[in-house]
């Protein structure tokens, strides 16, 4: 089973900046929209490899990035936004994110590069990522 914990230390400290605020500046309409920095993912097993879905809705193929080394995944998005703004046309909020979000994880078995296959279609990616087959585990017996 995998564990992922996220931890932003930043954004705990300002978490706790806008809870203690009076409750004017909570609800002040100019504060700035949340930017995910992260997307969600499924991370499942079996005895021969791991699948892993990830949503990165509005982002292109060619700018996903994908690394695999051992046992450590990355995955990270370039999120590109075109503003089409016509002319008397006033924007009144926009709270869709532009930059990159990225997420590392690092899984409990090897990964065989070689047979690992990345799919892109409707926003979700799909991983599938062999385990690698080494040498059987050695019990070392206490003397």
Do not use: C
């Amino acid at each position: 089973m995998v564990n992922i914990t996220r931890f932003n230390p930043v954004e705990t400290a300002l978490e706790n900046i806008f809870r203690s605020a009076p409750a004017w500046l909570q609800n002040a309409e100019w504060r700035a929209a949340e930017q995910p920095t992260q997307f969600r993912m499924d991370v499942s097993e079996n005895d021969k490899e791991y699948q892993v879905l990830a949503d990165l809705p509005g982002v292109r193929k060619d700018d996903i990035s994908i690394t695999i080394d051992g046992n450590e995944i990355s995955v990270s998005a370039e999120v590109k936004q075109e503003k089409i703004v016509k002319d008397g046309e006033t924007v009144l909020r926009a709270e869709r994110y532009l930059g990159k979000v990225q997420r590392a994880f690092v899984l409990g078995h090897e990964i065989d590069q070689t047979s690992a296959q990345a799919k892109y279609a409707d926003g979700v990616l799909a991983l599938t990522l062999p385990k690698k087959i080494g040498a059987a585990a050695k019990k070392l017996a206490v003397h």
